[in-house]
């Protein structure tokens, strides 16, 4: 079965600084890659996903890359504020069966005002 | 439109104890899904239902666990016994369209689950 890897586990930064979480995964069939933000107390939001024909997408401040090759994706966050304090889940879904992504442990990112 | 919500939100129980939580995805979603997170380790699938069918329960732990979704509404996931390692957060999820693995899963608030 697919495993996803997640690093790192905890991550402190100053507002204003980029973080960059990484994930790999290890089944070459997985072609979805969402990343969710689950804030204190709240329900996991879909933030950002990619497909596997897509290298890099954007949205606002943040940003996701994938490298099939390396079997590896990223989430970047520039110009990190407070309330981008979150554990930032990524998850690896396969392109058949029953599509059940496998999501990795979970990054606990805090941005310092 | 309302979101999935899960209840209770919060659930003590003792070992040996019969516990059963609820999901009511979002109206009209065909897939629901059950996930469990235990403290710092990751999301991990329970299984999955299409409408009222279980497409996939191969992460369920054990036959302790019994999830329903009778009439393809909502879902009840009961634990019976409960043992102390079945303490975590239980999310259920839904999304729209059967069958298609880009959809987007739109996760509940979750119910914390602790066996004393």
């Known amino acids: 079965g697919e495993n996803v890897e997640q690093h790192p586990s905890t991550l402190s930064v100053q507002e204003g600084d980029s973080a960059v979480i990484k994930c790999t995964y290890s089944?070459?069939?997985?072609?979805?890659f969402p990343w969710y933000k689950q804030e204190l107390g709240k329900r996991p939001q879909l933030i950002i996903d990619?497909?596997?024909?897509?290298g890099e997408k954007k949205d606002q401040r943040i940003a996701v890359t994938l490298n099939k090759t390396a079997k590896h994706f990223s989430l970047h966050i520039t110009e990190t504020q407070p309330e981008d304090s979150a554990v930032y889940f990524c998850?690896?879904?396969?392109?058949?069966?029953?599509?059940?992504?496998?999501f990795g442990r979970g990054t606990s990112l805090i941005v310092h005002p | 439109e309302a979101g999935v919500t899960q209840f209770p939100s919060h659930s003590v129980i003792e070992k040996g104890q019969t516990v059963t939580l609820r999901c009511d995805p979002i109206?009209?979603?065909?897939?629901l899904y059950w996930y469990r997170r235990v403290m710092g380790k990751e999301i991990k699938f329970l299984l999955h239902?299409?409408?009222?069918?279980?497409?996939?329960e191969s992460g369920m732990p054990n036959n302790r666990f019994l999830a329903e979704r009778t009439g393809g509404t909502y879902s009840t996931l009961k634990v019976q016994p409960a043992e102390l390692e079945d303490s975590g957060v239980y999310f259920c999820?839904?999304?729209?369209?059967?069958?298609?693995?880009?959809?987007?899963?739109?996760f509940g608030p979750g119910t914390r689950l602790t066996v004393l």
């Open positions: 999820a839904s999304s729209l369209l059967a069958g298609a693995g880009t959809d987007t899963q739109y």
């Open positions: 089944d070459s069939a997985s072609n979805y």
């Open positions: 990619i497909r596997s024909n897509v």
């Open positions: 998850a690896a879904t396969p392109s058949g069966g029953s599509y059940i992504p496998t």
């Open positions: 109206s009209g979603h065909d897939n």
């Open positions: 239902f299409v409408k009222e069918s279980k497409q996939d």
